[in-house]
């Protein structure tokens, strides 16, 4: 059983769409859920972590944490064609960290 | 801004092999990471250390594999006798306490 699921797209969206991405984890033990931007060959750059239920905003981006339904989203408004990325999630349990496959985010401008 | 760097960019080895790929984590950091990523699949984690010690290890971790940090500085990763199915991009990361990891540039290892 994989630990961290991820749609891995490709996901297509015009400028100024709000985008939605989504995870969903089965170990009930993860304390931390972070985004990841990756660009290609490059590596991944840290977006957004929470470590409890409920939303964080900052700026464009917004984490969503569900712990009973153990689902994480990330919400990018008005998409901007330089957000075109592969979008990770991650989780860790104590120093360990999962990642998803990632889902592969282009913007149309 | 201070950063994560890698070195080499690119490795070409054949198999059997030993290979060594460094890594200069960000200064007044105290846990490194070593992570692969093969072509096309998703990061997986390989490593931990801290405290001059492995913290955790995967699956994937196994006797090939071996981590030091022998200056205080440099953060290493030897792969003993390389196989083809270690060709991946593996990418070093630190962090101080928070959960902002900060991963470096990859190192994008090629075995024949």
């Known amino acids: 059983q994989k630990e961290v699921e991820q749609d891995p797209g490709p996901l297509s969206v015009p400028e100024g769409a709000i985008v939605s991405l989504n995870c969903t984890y089965s170990n009930s033990a993860f304390q931390y859920f972070m985004w990841y931007r990756q660009y290609s060959r490059k590596g991944p750059e840290l977006l957004m972590y929470t470590y409890s239920s409920g939303n964080k905003e900052d700026g464009r981006f917004t984490a969503q944490v569900d712990k009973s339904s153990k689902y994480i989203s990330l919400f990018i408004r008005d998409s901007q064609p330089s957000d075109s990325a592969t979008y990770l999630c991650?989780?860790?349990?104590?120093?360990?960290?999962?990642f998803g496959t990632g889902t592969s985010l282009t913007v149309i401008p | 801004e201070p950063e994560v760097t890698q070195t080499p960019s690119h490795q070409v080895t054949q198999m059997g092999q030993e290979v060594i790929l460094r890594c200069v984590p960000i200064s007044n950091h105290l846990y490194f990471y070593w992570y692969r990523q093969i072509l096309g699949q998703k990061v997986e984690f390989l490593v931990s250390f801290y405290n001059n010690e492995i913290s955790e290890k995967s699956e994937i971790f196994d006797d090939q594999f071996s981590v030091e940090r022998p200056d205080g500085s440099n953060f290493t990763l030897k792969i003993r006798s390389t196989k083809l199915e270690d060709s991946a991009m593996y990418f070093c990361?630190?962090?101080?306490?928070?959960?902002?990891?900060?991963f470096g540039p990859g190192t994008r290892l090629t075995v024949l």
């Open positions: 990361a630190s962090r101080y306490s928070t959960d902002t990891q900060y």
């Open positions: 991650a989780m860790r349990i104590s120093n360990q960290f999962y």
